[in-house]
C-alpha cells in the first residue's frame, strides 16, 4: 500500500511539474506575441536584462538598508564618514565585495585581488580608521574566517582518496612545504634586521601554503573543457593542496606558541610537541562526538516510522545539517580562540582541522553503511527521486554551509588584511627588495624539491611542469594567518614583536598580490597546452 501510495504520489508531482512546464513555456512564447496582460508583463521582467537590474537593485536595497540600521541603533561617532570604526568596516566590507566581483568579470582575476587592492586604497586614503572595541570585532571577525578556513579544509580531506593517493600526496604535500618555509624562513632570518629564526620559520610557514582558493577553481575549469582528469592530475593537486595548508597552519601555530610562551628555552623547546598534542587529542575527541551527536537524519526517521506519513525528511536532514554546522563551526571557533587564551596558540588550529576531517569521515562511512544495510529503503528513495540519489552525503550538506559561511567571509579576510599594508611601511629602506628575494628564494627550492617530488610518478615533463605552475599561487592562508600573528604579537608580545609581525604581514601581501595571479593565469593559459585531453 505504501509502495502504491509513493507511486501515485510521485506520478502527480511529476504531472503537476510537466504542466507547470507548459504553462511557464506558453507565457514566455506569448511573451514575444502580446504585451497586454499580467503575464506578458511577469515574463518581461524574467528577461536577463531586467533580472539583472533586478538583482543589481536588491544588493543596492540590502546595503542602504543595512546602513541605515547601523546608523539609527549606533552612536553617531560610530558612524560617521570619514572617521567612524563601525563605517569604516561597512563601507571596507561593501567596498571589498564590489572590487572582487568587478575584477573577476572584468578582468578575470580571483576576487580576492580586488578585495585587497581595496584595503590597500581605503587604509593609505585615510577612509579607514577603527580603533577601540571595533578593532577588537575585526580580530574576532578574522579568527571567525580563520576558523571557516580550516573546517573546509579539513571537510574536503577524502581519506579514501588520501589512501589511494598517500605516497605521491604525501611527498607533494610535506616535502615542497617544509622545504619552502625553511628555505624562505632562513633568508628571512639573514636578510631582515632584527628577525629571528623563529620569526623567520613563522613567515616562512605563512608563504608555505598553496591557496585553493585560487587553484581549485581554476582546476575545475580545465576539469569542465577535458584536462586533467587523463592521471588525475585534478585530484591529485586538490586533495594535496588541502594537507599542504593544514601542515603550514599546523607548524605556524606552533611556532607561535614558542614565540610568546614564557618560561624558559626549554619550555619553549617543549611548547611545540605540547600544543600538537593537545590539539590532535581534542580534534580526535571532538570529531568523534560530533559524528553520532545529533543522531543522523535517518536515524530520526526511524524513529518515527510509526507516524512515517507526516514525516517530511527534508526537514529532518536540514535540522541535522543546521545543527551540524553549528557545533563544528562553534567547537572550531572555541578551540582556535580557547587555545589562544589558554597559551597553546598552536592547539586550536590543529584541533579544529582534525576535528573536521574525523567527523566528515565518519558522517560518510556512516551514511555508506546505512545504504549498504538497507538498500531497500536507499532503492525507494532513489525512486521517489526519479532515478536520482535522493539523499545527499551527510557531510556534503554541511560543506555547503561553510561554502555559504566563506563566501560571505571572503571580504573580511581580504579586504581587512590589505588594510594592514601602509604605504609608509614600504618607505623603509629595502622592505619591497628583500621581501621579494624571501618569497622568490623560497619559491625557487619550492619548485625544485615539487620536481623531485613527482618524479617517477608515472607524469611526464610537461604534466610535471603543469603541477609547479599550480603549484604557486598563494592567498587564502597567507590572509588568515598574517593578521593572528599581528594581533598575537599586539597582545602578547613586545615592541620588536610587533615589528617582526608587521614585516611578516607586509611580506604576505606582497606574495598574494605577485602569486595569486600569476597562478590563475598560468593554470589556465598553460593547463590546455600541458595536460592531455581526456578522449
Same mark, same amino acid.
Given at each position: 500500500?505504501?509502495?502504491?501510495?509513493?507511486?501515485?504520489?510521485?506520478?502527480?508531482?511529476?504531472?503537476?511539474?510537466?504542466?507547470?512546464?507548459?504553462?511557464?513555456?506558453?507565457?514566455?512564447?506569448?511573451?514575444?506575441?502580446?504585451?497586454?496582460?499580467?503575464?506578458?508583463?511577469?515574463?518581461?521582467?524574467?528577461?536577463?536584462?531586467?533580472?539583472?537590474?533586478?538583482?543589481?537593485?536588491?544588493?543596492?536595497?540590502?546595503?542602504?538598508?543595512?546602513?541605515?540600521?547601523?546608523?539609527?541603533?549606533?552612536?553617531?561617532?560610530?558612524?560617521?564618514?570619514?572617521?567612524?570604526?563601525?563605517?569604516?568596516?561597512?563601507?571596507?566590507?561593501?567596498?571589498?565585495?564590489?572590487?572582487?566581483?568587478?575584477?573577476?568579470?572584468?578582468?578575470?582575476?580571483?576576487?580576492?585581488?580586488?578585495?585587497?587592492?581595496?584595503?590597500?586604497?581605503?587604509?593609505?586614503?585615510?577612509?579607514?580608521?577603527?580603533?577601540?572595541?571595533?578593532?577588537?570585532?575585526?580580530?574576532?571577525?578574522?579568527?571567525?574566517?580563520?576558523?571557516?578556513?580550516?573546517?573546509?579544509?579539513?571537510?574536503?580531506?577524502?581519506?579514501?582518496?588520501?589512501?589511494?593517493?598517500?605516497?605521491?600526496?604525501?611527498?607533494?604535500?610535506?616535502?615542497?612545504?617544509?622545504?619552502?618555509?625553511?628555505?624562505?624562513?632562513?633568508?628571512?632570518?639573514?636578510?631582515?634586521?632584527?628577525?629571528?629564526?623563529?620569526?623567520?620559520?613563522?613567515?616562512?610557514?605563512?608563504?608555505?601554503?598553496?591557496? $585553493?582558493?585560487?587553484?581549485?577553481?581554476?582546476?575545475?575549469?580545465?576539469?569542465?573543457?577535458?584536462?586533467?582528469?587523463?592521471?588525475?592530475?585534478?585530484?591529485?593537486?586538490?586533495?594535496?593542496?588541502?594537507?599542504?595548508?593544514?601542515?603550514?597552519?599546523?607548524?605556524?601555530?606552533?611556532?607561535?606558541?614558542?614565540?610568546?610562551?614564557?618560561?624558559?628555552?626549554?619550555?619553549?623547546?617543549?611548547?611545540?610537541?605540547?600544543?600538537?598534542?593537545?590539539?590532535?587529542?581534542?580534534?580526535?575527541?571532538?570529531?568523534?562526538?560530533?559524528?553520532?551527536?545529533?543522531?543522523? $537524519?535517518?536515524?530520526?526517521?526511524?524513529?518515527?516510522?510509526?507516524?512515517?506519513?507526516?514525516?517530511?525528511?527534508?526537514?529532518?536532514?536540514?535540522?541535522?545539517?543546521?545543527?551540524?554546522?553549528?557545533?563544528?563551526?562553534?567547537?572550531?571557533?572555541?578551540?582556535?580562540?580557547?587555545?589562544?587564551?589558554?597559551?597553546?596558540?598552536?592547539?586550536?588550529?590543529?584541533?579544529?582541522?582534525?576535528?573536521?576531517?574525523?567527523?566528515?569521515?565518519?558522517?560518510?562511512?556512516?551514511?555508506?553503511?546505512?545504504?549498504?544495510?538497507?538498500?531497500?529503503?536507499?532503492?525507494?528513495?532513489?525512486?521517489?527521486?526519479?532515478?536520482?540519489?535522493?539523499?545527499?552525503?551527510?557531510?556534503?550538506?554541511?560543506?555547503?554551509?561553510?561554502?555559504?559561511?566563506?563566501?560571505?567571509?571572503?571580504?573580511?579576510?581580504?579586504?581587512?588584511?590589505?588594510?594592514?599594508?601602509?604605504?609608509?611601511?614600504?618607505?623603509?629602506?629595502?622592505?619591497?627588495?628583500?621581501?621579494?628575494?624571501?618569497?622568490?628564494?623560497?619559491?625557487?627550492?619550492?619548485?625544485?624539491?615539487?620536481?623531485?617530488?613527482?618524479?617517477?610518478?608515472?607524469?611526464?615533463?610537461?604534466?610535471?611542469?603543469?603541477?609547479?605552475?599550480?603549484?604557486?599561487?598563494?592567498?587564502?592562508?597567507?590572509?588568515?594567518?598574517? $593578521?593572528?600573528?599581528?594581533?598575537?604579537?599586539?597582545?602578547?608580545?613586545?615592541?620588536?614583536?610587533?615589528?617582526?609581525?608587521?614585516?611578516?604581514?607586509?611580506?604576505?601581501?606582497?606574495?598574494?598580490?605577485?602569486?595569486?595571479?600569476?597562478?590563475?593565469?598560468?593554470?589556465?593559459?598553460?593547463? $590546455?597546452?600541458?595536460?592531455?585531453?581526456?578522449?
Amino acid at each position: 500500500m505504501g509502495d502504491r501510495n509513493g507511486e501515485k504520489y510521485g506520478s502527480e508531482l511529476q504531472h503537476n511539474q510537466d504542466d507547470a512546464r507548459v504553462q511557464f513555456t506558453d507565457s514566455c512564447g506569448a511573451a514575444g506575441v502580446s504585451g497586454g496582460d499580467a503575464a506578458t508583463l511577469a515574463s518581461r521582467c524574467d528577461n536577463r536584462l531586467m533580472a539583472t537590474a533586478a538583482n543589481l537593485a536588491a544588493a543596492i536595497l540590502a546595503v542602504a538598508i543595512a546602513w541605515t540600521l547601523l546608523y539609527v541603533n549606533i552612536s553617531p561617532e560610530l558612524m560617521a564618514m570619514p572617521g567612524g570604526s563601525l563605517a569604516s568596516i561597512f563601507v571596507l566590507y561593501v567596498t571589498g565585495t564590489v572590487a572582487g566581483w568587478l575584477i573577476t568579470k572584468i578582468g578575470g582575476l580571483p576576487p580576492l585581488l580586488g578585495m585587497m587592492l581595496a584595503g590597500i586604497a581605503l587604509q593609505n586614503s585615510g577612509l579607514y580608521n577603527v580603533t577601540g572595541w571595533c578593532f577588537h570585532l575585526v580580530s574576532t571577525m578574522r579568527e571567525a574566517a580563520l576558523t571557516v578556513i580550516l573546517i573546509k579544509g579539513g571537510l574536503e580531506l577524502n581519506a579514501g582518496q588520501l589512501r589511494r593517493l598517500s605516497g605521491v600526496v604525501a611527498r607533494l604535500t610535506v616535502l615542497p612545504c617544509v622545504a619552502e618555509a625553511v628555505a624562505a624562513g632562513v633568508a628571512a632570518h639573514f636578510l631582515l634586521p632584527d628577525f629571528s629564526l623563529v620569526w623567520g620559520l613563522t613567515l616562512g610557514f605563512t608563504l608555505s601554503a598553496v591557496s $585553493p582558493a585560487v587553484l581549485v577553481p581554476s582546476l575545475f575549469r580545465l576539469k569542465r573543457i577535458g584536462y586533467g582528469e587523463v592521471k588525475g592530475i585534478n585530484t591529485l593537486l586538490i586533495a594535496a593542496s588541502s594537507l599542504d595548508d593544514a601542515v603550514s597552519i599546523s607548524a605556524f601555530g606552533i611556532l607561535l606558541g614558542v614565540l610568546f610562551s614564557n618560561g624558559s628555552l626549554t619550555s619553549k623547546i617543549i611548547q611545540g610537541p605540547i600544543d600538537v598534542a593537545i590539539g590532535t587529542v581534542v580534534g580526535l575527541i571532538w570529531g568523534s562526538v560530533l559524528i553520532f551527536v545529533p543522531p543522523s $537524519p535517518w536515524a530520526i526517521i526511524y524513529t518515527k516510522r510509526e507516524n512515517v506519513q507526516n514525516v517530511k525528511k527534508s526537514e529532518i536532514e536540514n535540522s541535522v545539517t543546521a545543527k551540524r554546522s553549528f557545533l563544528l563551526g562553534a567547537g572550531g571557533f572555541l578551540a582556535v580562540t580557547g587555545s589562544q587564551w589558554c597559551g597553546y596558540p598552536g592547539a586550536g588550529p590543529l584541533a579544529c582541522i582534525i576535528s573536521a576531517f574525523v567527523a566528515g569521515t565518519g558522517w560518510r562511512k556512516r551514511s555508506a553503511e546505512h545504504k549498504r544495510n538497507n538498500p531497500l529503503v536507499s532503492a525507494d528513495e532513489v525512486d521517489r527521486g526519479n532515478g536520482e540519489e535522493n539523499e545527499e552525503d551527510d557531510e556534503l550538506s554541511v560543506v555547503q554551509v561553510f561554502e555559504h559561511a566563506w563566501t560571505g567571509l571572503q571580504p573580511v579576510l581580504f579586504a581587512f588584511i590589505g588594510t594592514d599594508l601602509k604605504f609608509e611601511l614600504l618607505k623603509r629602506g629595502d622592505m619591497i627588495f628583500l621581501g621579494l628575494i624571501v618569497l622568490a628564494f623560497g619559491l625557487m627550492i619550492r619548485l625544485i624539491v615539487t620536481t623531485c617530488s613527482v618524479v617517477g610518478s608515472g607524469f611526464s615533463r610537461k604534466e610535471i611542469l603543469f603541477v609547479n605552475i599550480a603549484w604557486l599561487p598563494k592567498a587564502t592562508v597567507q590572509a588568515a594567518l598574517a $593578521p593572528v600573528a599581528l594581533d598575537i604579537a599586539r597582545n602578547l608580545g613586545t615592541a620588536e614583536d610587533v615589528e617582526c609581525a608587521t614585516r611578516l604581514v607586509t611580506i604576505a601581501v606582497i606574495s598574494i598580490l605577485l602569486t595569486a595571479p600569476i597562478g590563475a593565469f598560468g593554470i589556465q593559459l598553460f593547463g $590546455p597546452r600541458l595536460l592531455p585531453r581526456n578522449s
